[in-house]
């Protein structure tokens, strides 16, 4: 199994940027996924899940501004942030939905929000 993040970077706020995960040796299809962070010093939150259905759910936190997504044919999950805060600076994980560290955890990709 591996999960590989991209899609992070340095934005300043008010700004957007979308994440992919990239899932291989897994059937991608049959797995709610979600995304994480952590941010430093903080405990990993799940902030994103979505259902094998599509079904969607998120933190209070990033409710209206982050949309998750996923291609089943590509073995893809996407992470869509908008109207980007300072306090979303964190590393961002994908993993199974609901179940963090189902799977072996990704490198990640650092999103870091300037003011």
């Known amino acids: 199994v591996q999960l590989v993040e991209s899609g992070g970077g340095l934005v300043q706020a008010g700004g957007s940027l979308r994440l992919s995960c990239a899932a291989s040796?897994?059937?991608?299809?049959?797995?709610?996924m979600g995304w994480y962070r952590q941010a430093p010093g903080k405990q990993r939150e799940l902030v994103a899940y979505?259902?094998?259905?599509?079904?969607?759910d998120y933190a209070d936190s990033v409710k209206g501004r982050f949309t998750i997504s996923r291609d089943n044919a590509k073995n893809t999950l996407y992470l869509q942030m908008n109207s980007l805060k300072p306090e979303d600076t964190a590393v961002y994980y994908c993993?199974?939905?609901?179940?963090?560290?189902?799977?072996?955890w990704g490198q990640g990709t650092q999103v870091t929000v300037s003011s």
């Open positions: 993993n199974a939905g609901r179940n963090p560290g189902y799977f072996s």
């Open positions: 040796g897994i059937s991608f299809s049959i797995y709610p």
């Open positions: 979505i259902s094998t259905g599509g079904s969607t």
